[in-house]
């Protein structure tokens, strides 16, 4: 009743034990990408693991270029901090050179008058605050001012005057800002709070 030549009745085409060139079943066939010779069964495995080998030796490789870059990135920033630090004020000493020649320029003079010295003060003194202006020095002057620790420092009080408690009456030496960060604080006689 079972005729082996025929297929069972729920059995599909596609169901069936499949059959390899040269009818010998269970054995690989053979695949020239991979170079394996038929009835290899480890040639998967080592194509994989060659392909495997290949990326990992390109990853590598690009590990190794990102790694020579961050080094190098790192030493050029070095570099740049290092001259940053060296010639931060380059262009602040740049700006102070007429000043000096200014001042060369009166002594040389020899026979000064009082009106020529105070001209040639006034000029060098007019040079000076244009270079404190460019690099943003500035002038702390807070006659009238509320005292402000941060920005001033108080020599004495005084009492009375028109001036209101606390707040500055007199300046003895300006202070000095560099960008709203205070150099040096002006010195300052204070309106006790009596």
Known sequence: MNDPTQKNAG???GDAEPTHAGGSEGTAAYHPEH???PGSLEAP???RLA???AR???YMDLYLRARAEMDNLRRRTQ???ANAHKYAIEAFAESLLPVRDGLEMAL???RPTVENLREGVEATLRLLASAFERHKLMVIEPVGEKFDPNRHQAISTVPGGDVPAN???SVLQKGYLINDRVLRPALVTVRSGT
């Open 79 to 81: 570099a740049d901090v």
């Open 108 to 110: 040389k003079v020899d």
């Open 11 to 13: 059995q599909s085409a």
């Open 51 to 53: 392909d495997a080998e």
């Open 35 to 37: 170079g394996h010779a």
């Open 45 to 47: 495995t080592e194509a």
């Open 167 to 169: 707040h500055v009456v």
């Open 56 to 58: 990992s030796a390109e």
